[in-house]
């Protein structure tokens, strides 16, 4: 009997039903090899080849005859095949250069000699022996540029020029080498392009700026001297992806020619699963296509890539192995010696821990753009659709540079330095629309823009606004060297100095090298600034200045600041509690005798618990709670240890019941019996960040039912997996340093009387 038919493979697997869940992950997966969604390897993939007539022309190629290329394969062995170097390198076992790529004493130099003789088959077939690991390692080995660096999205929901320059000059103080806009109104992108220009000169000057358009209306742009790089110039895998975008290798590459000729550095765009979005992948993996983008980018001349899936990402990402094969496909990119925008842009999972994931072998390799960029702005601002990164993990990002020392091109910048950037920014910016005749921005606008988080909280200019503003740049012919002009005639000389700057660089050129940055006022590329890893010791490394600039988070805790929090709250203890020394302590032979051993530091130095307790309102609690069980409580301060189970066992063998309450004043308790081993006690409140006064007054209880030589029901304090050391141990370590610092060897305990005043805790 003959087979039944099957149904076709299932393309879209689903992970589980996320659905009814609030906070749910990706909710697909694809695998379908067969149809070509596949990261590394598709069946249909050409296996490396080459061969050359005796003209020196190129017969075969990747198992393709002469006869047979479409325009892709003409341009690529025409233009990036290096015949001195093709037969050498196509000759080599792709797992030996594998190895060489890891191995730290080949150097840099020598595999891009190799790689410009290497056909897309062959360069994909290379990086598919690495692991993750190893291609991290290999980018930060063969990366042009030794300094690493970042791009910024700055874009709003509105289109405002205000908030866009705004914006621009936040990114800047940040750090970031670029910034890119783009616009939610097509017709806005003569204002985004002046708002932001302007907004990027304020504070320092060097950050590149570009404004992602139509391709045509975007050289427009250039020409006019706003932008200063281009970047969204799409390149693709295969011919009927080219055809469909009205474009050919020539076009773009005359496209490449025509930016540089006016000094405008310029970047190709292309990533995995742009073809395989447009329908036209070939059933070849996404590597293999990538691989020839990059081929034909390297034979158009241009400086770079912006590559890494980009918005082909957040579908690579569900293929298995689409997070290493972005990663390969970088760098694939910086071995053929081109600048890499590692991408990291479009947010390709919903998933804080894949996010984490991602960025991290980019943040510890360093990239020469970690990101393509870094949504500076809020995600629902980000006219890009939200990055992988966006102003709501900003400060993450940065504690992720200080917990790896490892520069992600960023630096943290004082809240009130940033408030007075912006500020100035608007005003800035103000002066050239009103100089100009473009605009009059009201004071209400500019001080809705100067706090505000994003668009949804300003009232300023509306997207119809701001394409009455866009077209009359357009249509006056307004440039930058007006803009220049008009910010020297309202007086805002820095601003314009800064922008002459940029322009400048134009007329140079220096900054068309390859991987160019400007630092300092200087250009920072691969001729100044080469990337020399050779191994340990070498390359790049954060040095001393650096270290301590990306270790200025905002909200770093010293033991200063742990003791005037506490003095904030002393006053207010004096009116609840008042403490007497009444001499030595002295053991007690009083059944009913329980005893409480608090911290030296406690209602010394520190008054409240990491709860937030008063610590007056602590021991009121342990006092009553004896109390209702028939015990007397007596309160000593230990000088000996601040150690929660020696407080504890000290108070036990000074009670006469034998039992007794330690107390640090961090709101850590236990209680102890006096014949008991340290560490082995009755009961112990050890997270005291969720203990509430009800469990302590429990305690109290407890202690005195533990006295009279019963069993009390334990008190537990219940736990929901809270990340109590994370969130805590640091403010935790400070006051415990505090506590030790008053301890003394041998001293002996001190009794306390103490008065509560009435006053409600």
């Not at 804080?352 to 809020?378: N, T, W």
């Not at 090298?513 to 954060?542: H, K, W």
């Not at 209680?671 to 009961?683: A, T, V």
């Amino acid at each position: 009997m003959a087979d039944e038919p099957r149904p076709s493979p299932n393309r879209w697997k689903r992970f589980s039903d996320w659905d009814e869940r609030p906070l749910r992950l990706d909710k697909f997966a694809i695998e379908d090899a067969e149809h070509g969604f596949v990261a590394f390897a598709s069946p249909h993939d050409p296996k490396p080849s080459f061969a050359v007539a005796a003209g020196g022309s190129v017969e075969a190629m990747d198992g393709v005859a002469a006869r047979d290329f479409d325009m892709i394969d003409v341009f690529i062995a025409k233009y990036h095949l290096d015949p001195a170097v093709a037969a050498e390198a196509m000759a080599m076992p792709s797992l030996e250069i594998a190895r060489m790529l890891v191995d730290m004493s080949v150097p840099r130099g020598e595999l891009v000699r190799l790689a410009h003789g290497m056909t897309p088959a062959k360069l994909a077939e290379v990086v598919a022996h690495l692991s993750s690991l190893e291609i991290a390692f290999a980018y930060g080995k063969m990366r042009a540029r030794r300094t690493p660096g970042n791009q910024a999205h700055v874009t709003n929901a509105k289109d405002d020029p205000l908030q866009m320059a705004a914006d621009a000059a936040t990114a800047v103080a940040f750090g970031f080498d670029e910034i890119e806009t783009t616009m939610r109104v097509a017709r806005n992108s003569w204002s985004n392009a002046v708002a932001c220009a302007v907004g990027a000169a304020v504070g320092r000057w060097g950050s590149l700026f570009q404004c992602s358009s139509e391709e045509a209306e975007e050289l427009k742009i250039g020409m006019a001297g706003f932008t200063s790089y281009a970047e969204t110039v799409s390149v693709y895998g295969t011919e009927k992806s080219f055809i469909d975008g009205d474009d050919t290798p020539w076009s773009k590459a005359f496209l490449a020619a025509a930016y540089a000729s006016r000094g405008i550095k310029m970047r190709c765009t292309s990533g995995a699963g742009s073809e395989l979005l447009m329908g036209f992948h070939e059933r070849k993996s996404l590597l293999y296509l990538e691989a020839r983008c990059l081929c034909l980018q390297r034979a158009m001349g241009v400086q770079g890539t912006q590559n890494g899936g980009i918005d082909g990402a957040p579908v690579t990402c569900t293929v298995p192995g689409g997070m290493r094969e972005l990663m390969a496909e970088n760098l694939i990119a910086v071995w053929l010696d081109l600048e890499c925008a590692s991408g990291n842009d479009a947010r390709a999972t919903e998933s804080e821990i894949r996010v984490g994931a991602k960025i991290l072998p980019y943040l510890i390799a360093g990239s020469d753009l970690i990101c393509s960029g870094f949504g500076s702005i809020l995600k629902y601002d980000n006219s890009f659709n939200a990055s992988l990164l966006n102003g709501e993990e900003l400060e993450d990002y940065l504690v992720l540079q200080r917990d790896f020392e490892a520069d992600g091109g960023l630096s943290p910048v004082e809240e009130t330095r940033i408030f007075e950037l912006r500020k100035h920014a608007i005003e800035v910016l103000s002066a050239v629309l009103e100089e100009l005749g473009l605009g009059k921005p009201t004071q209400a606008m500019k001080q809705s823009v100067a706090a505000a988080s994003g668009s949804d909280e300003t009232a300023s200019f509306m997207p119809r606004d701001v394409t009455l503003i866009s077209e009359a740049i357009h249509a006056r012919g307004i440039t930058v060297v007006d803009v220049i002009k008009a910010l020297a005639r309202r007086g805002f000389v820095a601003e314009a100095q800064n922008l002459l700057n940029l322009v400048r660089l134009r007329v140079s050129g220096d900054y068309l090298q390859t991987s160019a940055v400007v630092r300092d006022g200087r250009v920072l590329s691969a001729v100044n600034d080469p990337n020399d890893y050779a191994g340990p010791g070498t390359g790049y490394r954060v040095g001393e200045a650096r270290r301590r600039e990306i270790n200025a988070i905002r909200d770093v805790l010293t033991r200063e600041e742990v003791l005037r929090a506490e003095q904030v709250h002393k006053a207010a203890e004096s009116r609840r509690i008042a403490y007497r020394t009444a001499g030595s302590a002295a053991a007690s032979t009083d059944g009913q005798d329980i005893v409480i051993g608090v911290s030296p530091a406690f209602g010394i130095k520190l008054f409240q618990s990491v709860a937030g307790h008063p610590l007056s309102a602590i021991l009121r609690e342990l006092v009553q709670g004896i109390a209702e069980e028939g015990g007397r409580a007596r309160i000593v301060r230990m000088k000996h240890t601040a150690d929660t189970s020696f407080l504890g066992l000290s108070a036990a063998r000074l009670a006469g019941s034998g039992i007794g309450i330690g107390l640090q004043a961090k709101g850590t308790a236990v209680i102890h019996q006096k014949d008991r081993q340290p560490h082995n006690n009755l009961e112990l409140f050890s997270n005291s960040p969720i203990t509430r006064l009800e469990h302590y007054r429990r305690m109290g209880r407890n202690a005195a039912v533990y006295a009279r030589g019963d069993l009390p029901e334990p008190v537990v304090v219940p736990t929901r997996g809270e990340a109590m050391g994370s969130r805590y141990h640091a403010r935790v370590s400070l006051i415990y340093a505090v506590e030790t610092e008053m301890t003394s060897e041998g001293a002996a305990p001190e009794e306390l009387e103490i008065s509560f005043l009435g006053v409600s805790a």
